[in-house]
């Protein structure tokens, strides 16, 4: 990932967060014909037997994508976070329109899980998105021969992380008058990702991102 280093976000842990709070990310490898083959699903940051981060997710077996993820298949997977257009009107001088963003990129190599791996790994990703429902429902809730048998649709896998590259282009080369204009211009958008956007701005300047 071609990234200035004005914008790089390189502490490993600020990283991994970023992922857990923008798992559904897409999932890229490359097709036996050459072709890339890409996949938008949740993809998990979790801990395995000796405390090593990898990333685990799942794919129908109705997605053919699931047939390259074979023993140590390279494999590229991207996570977005909030993002925005910047016009150059916001700013007290002439220059061009540019776009704030978030992202963390992961390439690493896949393998298939067992079944009994895979069952696990749902626990504990319908646990997580449930946490927040009014009536949660568990993977424990269901009868192990009802599991059982929707698992026959899935595949599920892990991906080690070999690399993992971090931008945060959040205009740090602005200086503090025009720094403050675009984050008060994000917050008059009206979009949802523009503000969460501001918000990031000016919590990492805080002196001036009120």
Known sequence: MYIPKT?????????????????????VTTGNDGVPVATHIPIELQPDANGQF??????????????????????LAVFSGAHSYIS???YDHVNVPTWN????QVTGRTSILSEDEALEVLRQQV???????KCPVSVDSMTEDYVRKEMRGIVAFT??????????KL????????????????RQTGNSGAAELAD????????VGK
Do not use: C
């Not at 976000?9 to 897409?26: A, C, K, V």
């Not at 991906?159 to 945060?168: C, H, L, P, R």
């Not at 990031?200 to 002196?207: F, K, L, S, T, V």
């Open 159 to 168: 991906m080690t992380i070999d690399s993992i590259q971090g931008v945060a």
């Open 54 to 75: 990898r990333l685990v997710g799942h794919l129908s077996k109705a997605n053919p994508q699931w047939k390259l993820l074979s023993s140590d298949t390279p494999a």
């Open 7 to 27: 914008f790089q976000e390189t502490d490993r842990e600020t990283l991994y967060q970023f992922i857990r709070d923008n798992s559904f990310g897409l999932l």
């Open 88 to 90: 150059s009107s916001w």
């Open 171 to 186: 205009s740090q080369n602005r200086d503090d008058k025009n720094y403050q204009n675009i984050v008060s211009e994000l």
């Open 101 to 104: 963003y978030l992202a963390v």
């Open 200 to 207: 990031e701005m000016a919590a990492r300047r805080p002196e």
């Open 127 to 133: 646990d997580k998105y449930e946490a927040h429902s």
